[in-house]
């Protein structure tokens, strides 16, 4: 069965569901009700309480590549394994493998293998700095989400992004508003790209969402960040009040704080911010 993952968001938007859940599972932190007898073990029985608990919540499951290729093979191992699990177990979820790639063309063509083919996802985070001759590998398949970085969402995201630039027939913008503007109107060819934009920057949120209309936007920074629900929303949603994957990560997997309640905390989690969201919108 083929899978879009722009159709696969815009069906979990019809349901009201915007909480995208950021596996950022870092071993040391999984309480001892979650562990087994090994790292990869330990790492996949953790993502499934915490999926079985949320999945019919979320618009989609976000793994960040980084925390399982920090424990070697049996990291990587649990990567695979975790996609899978979702895969069989809730088909109707997207997956976007969180791994913020870039490289000249011929490199990324291998990095599409492992992304889509190997792990399995339905879209992957992107670095837009090499261009988009660079990207082109992965902007070619139209059922997978291209998801350009533009307005992150650590404390200093400003150093590059928010620098003014001269562009043509414009005048000066901060880079992120050309990132923006390029994928939106030159990238977006095939309707598979989206845009980071963190919550902590709510009113350079809003200037995004003016600039790509309706595009999707991943938007990270609520929870362990802080990010405002109330001004992501009205800043991050589109003219349908919709357009919005917005993540929480280690808000919603530690929620039990090293206690046995993993699966209930993080979907009490889950459940708040969801109905936080939808208050918002309405």
């Known amino acids: 069965m083929s899978r879009n993952f722009v159709a696969m968001l815009e069906k979990k938007w019809d349901e009201g569901k915007f909480v995208c859940v950021g596996l950022d599972t870092e071993l040391e932190k999984i309480p001892e009700a979650a562990r087994r007898d090994t790292i990869a073990g330990s790492i996949v029985n953790f993502n499934r309480i915490i999926i079985g608990a949320t999945a019919n919540l979320v618009c989609a499951f976000k793994p960040n590549s980084a925390f399982y290729e920090a424990e070697d093979v049996d990291g990587l191992k649990a990567l695979v394994e975790t996609t899978t699990y979702i895969r069989q177990h809730y088909p109707e979820v997207p997956i976007i493998l969180d791994a913020k790639r870039a490289d000249i063309g011929n490199t990324n063509r291998g990095y599409v293998v492992s992304a889509f083919g190997v792990i399995q996802a339905d879209a992957i985070t992107l670095h837009p700095y090499l261009g988009r001759e660079a990207l082109q590998p992965f902007l070619d ?90 001004k992501t929303v009205k800043n991050g949603m589109d003219s349908r009040k919709k357009g919005m994957i917005i993540n929480s990560s280690r808000g919603i997997i530690f929620a039990s704080k090293g206690g046995p309640n993993i699966g209930p905390a993080a979907r009490e989690e889950t459940l708040r911010l969801s109905e936080e969201i939808n208050k918002y919108r309405r």
């Open 141 to 230: 398949d139209k059922d997978k989400g291209c998801i350009i970085l533009c307005k992150t969402s650590n404390p200093g995201a400003g150093e590059f992004q928010d620098v003014n630039v001269e562009t043509l027939g414009v005048g000066h913008l901060p880079l992120y508003k050309i990132v923006a503007d390029q994928v939106a109107r030159k990238w977006n060819t095939l309707g598979n790209c989206a845009l980071v934009a963190g919550a902590t920057y709510p009113e350079e949120l809003g200037a995004i969402r003016k600039i790509v209309g309706d595009m999707p936007l991943l938007i990270p920074g609520i929870g362990a960040q802080q990010g405002d629900v109330e």
